[in-house]
């Protein structure tokens, strides 16, 4: 079945306590983000991927890692967590960067104490 | 820095009412697509539009890309239960990066 899967769904954890949120698709696509979705905001985008090391910022990359060693992983990576970075996080892919659909896990709700 | 807004943020309908969510971004997007997420669940695509002035029509839902690729609605013809959750748009906006930017999204409640 094809789908975007992140681990692990919800987290409650400390300041400062470094954590990677895992995002793993099976669909061979190139682009790959990371979202995070806050009451009011919308969906903001963290980082995004157009290839295997090829990475950039979105519109709210402060206080967050990115990487893309293989194709159908791209993790999230919070060096030192802070309460501002408690959100609700989804990982998404498509098959390019544009007039493709995306198609997003399930979202990792986390919460920073 | 480049923003979608979207209004309504809420919209209450009676079941068998008519609904229109509007989006509006700041500068001239390449394309727009728009995303359902129901409540609790992820955004899941509906439809993509590219061309100015394009008008696409999924059953009860029609969507449309303003003449300056400034602006999208997406229209709701006699809601249904089954039609309730938060609908997005998303563009990729012509600067040259691949960052895509979501509006705010409209949070619909069709009563029965």
């Known amino acids: 079945e094809a789908q975007v899967t992140q681990n692990p769904r919800y987290l409650i954890t400390v300041t400062g306590k470094k954590l990677t949120v895992t995002c793993s698709q099976n669909?061979?696509?190139?682009?790959m983000s990371w979202y995070r979705q806050d009451p009011g905001l919308g969906l903001r985008q963290i980082y995004y991927s157009m290839n295997v090391e090829v990475t950039d910022k979105g519109d709210v990359p402060e206080g967050y890692k990115v990487s893309r060693k293989e194709k159908r992983n791209f993790p999230l990576i919070l060096e030192s967590p802070s309460p501002n970075q408690t959100s609700l996080y989804f990982c998404a892919s498509s098959w390019q960067a544009d007039n493709q659909p995306q198609h997003f896990g399930d979202g990792t709700r986390l919460s920073i104490l | 820095g480049q923003q979608v807004m979207q209004i309504p943020q809420y919209q209450h309908v009676q079941e068998g009412e008519d609904f229109t969510t509007y989006c509006n971004s700041s500068?001239?997007?390449?394309?727009i697509q728009w995303y359902k997420q129901r409540p609790g669940g992820h955004p899941v695509f509906l439809i993509q539009l590219v061309k100015s002035g394009e008008v696409k029509k999924q059953k009860r839902l029609t969507f449309q890309f303003g003449e300056a690729k400034k602006n999208s609605s997406l229209h709701i013809t006699a809601t249904q239960t089954t039609d309730v959750g938060t609908y997005f748009c998303?563009?990729?906006?012509?600067?040259?990066?691949?960052?895509?930017?979501f509006g705010t999204g409209t949070r619909l409640k069709v009563l029965a």
């Open positions: 669909m061979n696509h190139e682009y």
């Open positions: 500068t001239t997007l390449s394309n």
């Open positions: 998303a563009g990729l906006a012509t600067s040259g990066t691949y960052k895509y930017i």
